[in-house]
């Protein structure tokens, strides 16, 4: 079983960037899709981006297309979510996920804590 570990948050401007990382302990992190999702206050939580076993293919919520890039390094047990253009709307707990490919929460089994984002206009 793998466990993760958020970090990277933090509070920036509105237009500024913040990188994530997940660290992930376990031999078998390479063995699993990967995911970020995020939860705003008062809100369900939603899909950011996820990430295959290989890191051959991504994908993005329509939110964040084009300013957000994931990414994996296998031979770190690491994953990362690059956040740029940030905007206000970007504020919430960010969460790193390991499971099967999917947008759906319910398909990932295992989950970090969190990392608070909060981004100021």
């Known amino acids: 079983q793998v466990q993760l570990v958020e970090s990277g948050g933090g509070l920036v401007q509105a237009g500024g960037s913040l990188r994530l990382s997940c660290a992930a302990s376990?031999?078998?992190?390479?063995?699993?899709?990967m995911s970020w999702f995020r939860q705003a206050p008062g809100k369900e939580r939603e899909f950011v981006s996820a990430?295959?076993?290989?890191?051959?293919?991504?994908t993005y919520a329509d939110s964040v297309k084009g300013r957000f890039t994931i990414s994996r390094d296998n031979a770190k047990n690491m994953l990362y979510l690059q956040m740029n253009g940030l905007k206000p709307e970007d504020t919430a707990v960010y969460y790193c996920?390991?499971?099967?490919?999917?947008?759906?929460?319910?398909?990932?089994?295992?989950w970090g804590k969190g990392t608070l984002v909060t981004v100021s206009s």
């Open positions: 996920a390991a499971g099967t490919w999917s947008d759906l929460a319910r398909d990932y089994h295992t």
């Open positions: 376990g031999r078998t992190f390479s063995g699993y899709d």
């Open positions: 990430i295959t076993w290989s890191g051959s293919a991504v």
